[in-house]
C-alpha cells in the first residue's frame, strides 16, 4: 500500500489527453514538491516533472504537472504510441518516520 | 552527460549481505546526492535510502535496521550494502541522483542507472 494514491491505469486514443492523480497529505504532497516519472520495462526511469510544474530540458510541453492542495496531476496532450509506459509521481513526506515515497504507479494505454 | 551503472550479484542466499555497487561517469559525484530505489516484481518504486555528498544518509524506515549506503569520492562510486535478506529483497535496484536532500527543492531524481536484478534464493 503506497503512501501516495495513483489511478492503477488509464487510456485514451493517439492525440487525446490523460490526466494522473496522485493524492498524498500534509505530511508529503501538502508540504513538499512534487516530481514525475515516465518508466518503459527494462529502462531506466525519466524524470518528466520536478518541483510539482517545471519540465527538465528536453521534455516536450506536451508533459505538464500540477499541484493544489494534498493532491498533484500529471497531464499528457498529443498522447503518442511511445507515452505508453508506467508513470509514477514521488515526494519527500516529512512525517515522523520520514521517507521519500513514490505513488503506486499509474499504466498508460494508448488505444 | 552523468551516466549511472549498477553492477554487483544477480543472486544472493537467504540471511546472506546484498551488496551493490553504482559508479558514476560523465559528472560529479560531489555537490550531489545519491539515491537506491528497487522496484519488486509486479510493484512500484521503493525508495531504499540516500547519501549526501557530505556522507549524510536517511534510509526507508521499514528498511533502517538492515541498510547502509557509502561513497567512494575518489573512485566515483556509490555502494548499498542491505543485510540479511529474504525473498522480499527481490527486486531490480536502481541508483538515482538529486540535487537536493529532503523537504528541499532539489528532491528530484534527474539521472538514473539502468537497475541490475538481484533475487534471493537459495
Known amino acids: 500500500q503506497s503512501v501516495l494514491t495513483q489511478p492503477p491505469s488509464v487510456s485514451a486514443a493517439p492525440g487525446q489527453r490523460v490526466t494522473i492523480s496522485c493524492s498524498g497529505n500534509?505530511?508529503?504532497?501538502?508540504?513538499?514538491?512534487v516530481s514525475w516519472y515516465q518508466h518503459l520495462p527494462g529502462t531506466a526511469p525519466k524524470l518528466l516533472i520536478y518541483e510539482n510544474k517545471k519540465r527538465p530540458s528536453g521534455i516536450p510541453d506536451r508533459f505538464s504537472g500540477s499541484k493544489s492542495g494534498t493532491s498533484a496531476t500529471l497531464g499528457i496532450t498529443g498522447l503518442q504510441t511511445g507515452d505508453e509506459a508506467d508513470y509514477y509521481c514521488?515526494?519527500?513526506?516529512?512525517?515522523?518516520?520520514?521517507?521519500?515515497?513514490f505513488g503506486g504507479g499509474t499504466k498508460v494505454t494508448v488505444l | 552527460q552523468v551516466q549511472l551503472q549498477e553492477s554487483g550479484p544477480g543472486l544472493v542466499k537467504p540471511s546472506e549481505t546484498l551488496s551493490l555497487t553504482c559508479t558514476v561517469s560523465?559528472?560529479?559525484?560531489?555537490?550531489?546526492?545519491w539515491s537506491w530505489i528497487r522496484q519488486s516484481p509486479g510493484k512500484g518504486l521503493e525508495w531504499v535510502g540516500y547519501i549526501s555528498h557530505s556522507g549524510n544518509t536517511r534510509y526507508n524506515p521499514s528498511l533502517k535496521s538492515r541498510v547502509s549506503i557509502s561513497v567512494d569520492t575518489p573512485k566515483k562510486q556509490v555502494s548499498l550494502n542491505l543485510t540479511s535478506v529474504t525473498a522480499a529483497d527481490t527486486a531490480v535496484y536502481y541508483c538515482?541522483?538529486?540535487?537536493?536532500?529532503?523537504?528541499?527543492?532539489?528532491?528530484?531524481?534527474?539521472?538514473w542507472g539502468r537497475g541490475t536484478l538481484v533475487t534471493v534464493s537459495s
Open positions: 514521488g515526494v519527500w513526506d516529512s512525517s515522523l518516520s520520514a521517507s521519500g515515497v
Open positions: 500534509s505530511s508529503n504532497i501538502g508540504n513538499n514538491y
Open positions: 560523465g559528472g560529479f559525484i560531489t555537490f550531489y546526492y
Open positions: 538515482a541522483r538529486h540535487p537536493g536532500g529532503a523537504a528541499k527543492s532539489g528532491y528530484y531524481f534527474d539521472s
